[in-house]
């Protein structure tokens, strides 16, 4: 069942997507109705939905779950702990690390959170029964579960989420505030300032109440990091960058291990990939009919007219042993990584 906009909720029933819609107005009625509901609205109507709730709750089944996708959780989990106290119900916030800057039904994608990093946010009262069904339902999608207090939770993606969102829209603010700077800058920019500044195509009516719902956690950051840069920059003076550097590359490396919120290591191959029409079809192709599962992809160099490096991660050793042969059997060159 889905609640939306009627335009919304037609769409969704002609596109199956749901089987059953209604206005707003009854959503607490399909909440009495459902084993399991998401809020998966922005934060301010989450916790609108919350208070009055608080108020007047549905009547809910005996052990139906509720959780939400919003992404900051101790304002959200504080505020759910005030509306199930007394409830049938339990809450256990939730955050999927999953998605795009696009929005609404045109953008769903049936193999989003496959592999992706989904945070549950359980209370010390949480109900164990309540924790396993949420937790079923991640993982019958696909996605990796991590359990983080509310308030670390908040900590962790002020810095590895607000903060990369803020530094990308900064940096795209900054090249555009200069006019000539940006118009040769834009012609010759390279793959570096393209992948800093994705994030800067976000809407602001999207993030405006996440920053706000986490300002403390996310101005906690910005001090850290506007501290950084400033030694940065008397290491600069000094000639004495490396450090930072170094840090960088370690952290970095321990980043590509965990690539989508896999807690593996992926095995690793590159590829040199040649500039020309099919070149990624080279590669796939082979690997496709030997029934290998490529769990990660990514192209690390990027210089237009040039050759790239394209990286290939697979679970397992084996995996990686068969595709660096059959690729080199093609003809192609690959490397271990």
Partial sequence: MGVSSAATVKQALSEGVIDEGGPYERLNAFAAAADLVFLCTPIDHILGILRAWADKPPAFREGAVVSDVGSTKSIICAAAAQAFEASRAAFVGSHPMAGSERSGLGARDPHLFENACWILCPENSTPPPALQKLSGFVAALGGRQVMLEPERHDMA?????????????????????????????????????????RLAASSFEVWNPILRT????????????????????????????????????????????HRKGLTHTLSEIVVDLEDKPGALLAVLQPLAEAELNVLDCEILKVREGEEGVLMLAFAHEQSAETALLLLQDAGLTARRR
Avoid: C, W
């Fill in 214 to 257: 986490n300002l403390a956690q996310v101005l906690s950051a910005l001090d850290g990091y506007r501290e950084s840069l400033g030694a940065l920059e008397t290491d600069l003076r000094k000639d004495n960058a490396g450090a930072v550097f170094s840090a960088g590359q370690e952290l970095r490396s321990r980043l590509q291990t």
């Fill in 157 to 197: 993606v002020a810095h590895v989420s607000h903060l990369p969102q803020l530094l990308a829209s900064a940096l795209a603010a900054f090249v555009g505030s200069r006019p000539a700077l940006a118009e040769s800058g834009l012609q010759i920019a390279g793959g570096g300032f393209r992948d800093m500044t």
